[in-house]
């Protein structure tokens, strides 16, 4: 009898709950019992969703990062946060994002803001981590009170449950050394903390323990390749069995050490590695479980039933009562309840699943292994329907689209000139001073914008009253902008619901729901569009909205565009074609809308690729394949621009220092990139690599409340300036400012744009 089991639930809620009671707490609003109610009751639900599994998840519920738990968890609080008198969780959130609630910092000088801890990429997807840090002194000390807490909550909910840990070897894997040392000379300390943690469980009755290993799908050099089986070999005196998880891509060289190392049983992700399934299930010794993630945990499309259990059955016989079924990862990455979608297009709905329609496809399958297909005749007949009917459907296909593909040549992504000519071009009609100052695109998204598109979206608000009250959003982003004394202004973004979204929503080939969040970080959720076909575009995206924003000023206004590759990246895409085929025909439709602002008179365009890194493979071997159609769907759309008009392009919070080759071949004329909550560590590429353009390295850290002051903005710079010529360097935050406050966001630009001065004086 195989048995089921879930690696983890969405924790934002259906509804974002979470996100909702978090922001409120931050602002004082609630108390912090409020918000740890909402944390019990949210578990409970999703618990209840899952208690007719063999095993749900424990410990994957987070306020607001499961790196950042396993970090309290283990001890291994930066050394800024240490010594803290207040609630734990307080002190979690002054490490997650710089402060806490202000009621919670009235009480005593040492509880206000400090650094953030530094946010990147989670593996290849589109959700954030807290970097765990380290030095050649971290000590490590067990704190299981939030897991043993969770424990007792299940039990009493008669939930029969494993706890989600993350491994050792990955969480150091995952951090960074804050000095010289090397983060393997820790494990050592690191694996009697992990020892403990395994007794406390067997103290708590625990049977199971799911411990996540996604290191083990990337390419490791012997030292780590070892640290496995250091790691491992000391924990084997265990008194609970564990489940060494594996997913987001395959094990290759590491599929024989994941299935020597003397765990209970080993998950892998058979949506990326379905070839390993079979090899695994060789090679593992006979008494271990495989566990096999055969419904895909991060995209929403309908599994194909059938198709599974063609390739499944024969493993299912092979190893009987050893199978387990789960879904390929955390269902952290997609959104809970499809049923919450009664304004989706009908069609497009039906060939849909969330997480919770996931768990449903997972209880089939176990139905159809375990007691025959008939069991499930009625739902594996419906499911192929489904299936069938997207595969036919002609809104899936468009010839045209397919035919502009077939067009595509490498003229197309050249400029006219290299860019020492372009930008003596655009320095004369530019006219702009040493370090210009401008932002990243957004400004805040106030209660105002928010309630008008809300009018807007259910009719309350007609046409004409919706674009005069963003008209006004833009207006005083612009008015603003110039008190402040910026050099290229943007127009804030008023009209724009979400990045990806705002274009989804104006082409062709993309559906949206209403209630589709998952997490990106913290209390920040999207809502990914839905790319289900060709893609084309019908008419001018943003061209009414920039022409209106420059008419109010004679300063440089730029045009504000989403690149292709981002768009493929924060979208839950098609999976019938290789996704580099969408992100050229992404790249055919912005080009036009980069050809119409230039037509407009817009001479400075962005064209954001803040997910260009996360769409790269796990491997480094694989990388080059994705580079070369991702650096070339963005000079398709960027390079038929004449050398007089200025292009941007953004990168935020992605480690790239290892693809600096990859970005300059992308010919951008200015990039800005992330690097204050990293104090400019992401420059160390340049300290080999010669970067021919220009470079804004972000300095106001806009994922945290806390505002930078003049002379830290100025400190960053110079720092930066050691590295790039000053004449190619601009000020800039590190990312879009639509999450923060105007309270915040102007002293964090005055201070910006005064360092830009001091620094104009020593040049």
């Known amino acids: 009898m195989a048995t089921t089991h879930n690696l983890g639930f969405p924790r934002i809620g259906a509804k974002r709950e979470l996100k909702f009671a978090l922001e409120s707490y931050w602002k004082g609003e609630s108390s912090l019992g409020e918000l740890k109610a909402l944390g019990t009751q949210l578990r409970q639900r999703h618990w209840a969703h899952q208690a007719d599994l063999g095993f749900a998840a424990v410990g994957d519920f987070s306020f607001y990062d499961q790196v950042l738990d396993m970090s309290f968890t283990l001890g291994n609080l930066p050394a800024r946060v240490q010594g803290f008198h207040g609630d734990t969780l307080d002190n979690y959130f002054r490490v997650a994002r710089g402060r806490s609630a202000k009621g919670a910092e009235d009480h005593a000088a040492c509880c206000g803001g400090v650094a953030a801890g530094e946010m990147t990429k989670w593996f290849d997807t589109n959700y954030h981590y807290i970097v765990p840090e380290f030095t050649a002194t971290t000590n490590f000390s067990l704190d299981p009170s939030r897991l043993v807490t969770q424990l007792a909550e299940a039990r009493s909910a008669g939930v029969n449950v494993k706890p989600v840990i993350i491994g050792p070897v990955t969480y150091l894997w995952l951090g960074k050394a804050k000095d010289d040392s090397d983060r393997l000379a820790l494990l050592p300390k690191l694996l009697p903390v992990y020892g403990a943690l395994l007794d406390t469980f067997a103290a708590q009755g625990v049977e199971w323990v799911q411990i996540d290993e996604p290191a083990l799908v990337t390419e490791l050099d012997p030292a780590w390749q070892q640290a496995f089986v250091t790691a491992y070999d000391a924990l084997e005196t265990r008194r609970v069995k564990l489940l060494l998880a594996t997913y987001f891509g395959q094990l290759q060289n590491n599929l024989s050490l994941a299935c020597k190392l003397p765990v209970d049983g080993l998950h892998i992700d058979a949506i990326n590695a379905r070839a390993e399934v079979a090899k695994a299930a060789h090679e593992l010794p006979a008494e271990r479980v495989l566990s096999v993630g055969a419904i895909n945990g991060r995209n929403i499309w309908k599994t194909d039933l059938s198709a599974t259990l063609d390739w499944l059955e024969p493993v299912a016989k092979k190893l009987g009562e050893r199978l387990w079924i789960a879904p390929s990862c955390s269902l952290l990455h997609v959104p809970v309840d499809l049923e919450s979608e009664q304004k989706l297009d009908a069609e497009v709905r039906s060939w849909l699943a969330f997480a919770l329609q996931k768990l449903d496809e997972l209880k089939v399958l176990a139905t159809a292994l375990n007691h025959g297909r008939d069991a499930v005749k009625a739902e594996l007949s419906a499911n192929s329907a489904a299936i069938a009917a997207r595969r036919a459907s002609p809104r899936v296909n468009n ?365």
């Open 399 to 763: 010839p045209a689209v397919k035919a502009a593909l077939g067009k595509i040549n490498p003229a197309l992504g050249q400029r006219s000139n290299a860019y020492p000519a372009r930008a003596d071009k655009q320095a004369a009609l530019l006219k702009l001073p040493a370090y210009p100052t401008t932002t990243i695109g957004s400004f805040p998204q106030t209660g105002e914008i928010r309630h008008a598109r809300s009018q807007f979206k259910s009719g309350a608000l007609d046409e004409a009253g919706y674009k005069s009250a963003m008209r006004a959003e833009i207006e005083r982003s612009v008015r603003e902008q110039e008190a402040l004394g910026l050099d290229v202004l943007v127009h804030g973004e008023a009209e724009r619901n979400d990045m990806v979204e705002y274009f989804g929503e104006q082409l062709e080939g993309y559906a949206f729901s209403q209630f589709g969040w998952v997490q990106s970080y913290g209390s920040r959720c999207v809502k990914p569009p839905i790319l289900f076909g060709d893609i084309s575009r019908p008419q001018a995206m943003t061209v009414e909205w920039i022409k209106y924003a420059q008419s109010l000023t004679s300063k440089p206004m730029k045009g504000m565009l989403t690149g292709p590759v981002t768009i493929l990246n924060w979208s839950f895409v098609r999976d019938d074609q290789p996704r580099s085929v969408s992100c050229y025909q992404l790249a055919l439709a912005i080009r036009e809308e980069v050809l119409d602002l230039e037509k407009a008179g817009v001479r400075v365009i962005q064209i954001d690729e803040a997910a260009l890194r996360e769409g790269l493979p796990l491997r480094k071997s694989q990388w080059q394949e994705y580079l070369d159609w991702a650096v070339e769907s963005f000079r398709i759309t960027a390079n038929g621009v004449s050398d007089e008009t200025q292009i941007h392009t953004h990168m935020c919070y992605s480690e790239f220092n290892d693809i600096i080759a990859s970005i300059a071949e992308m010919d951008a004329d200015v990039i800005t990139i992330e690097t204050s909550r990293s104090d400019m560590e992401l420059l160390d590429a340049f300290d080999h690599f010669n970067y021919p353009n220009e470079i804004g390295p972000g300095v106001y850290d806009i994922h945290s409340p806390n505002i930078p002051t003049q002379q830290h903005i100025v400190q960053l710079m110079q720092k930066a300036a050691e590295r790039i010529p000053a004449q190619r360097l601009w000020v800039n935050p590190d990312c879009g400012l639509k999450t923060r406050q105007w309270e915040e966001v102007l002293p964090a630009l005055t201070n910006m744009v005064a360092a830009a001065k001091t620094l104009r004086a020593s040049v």
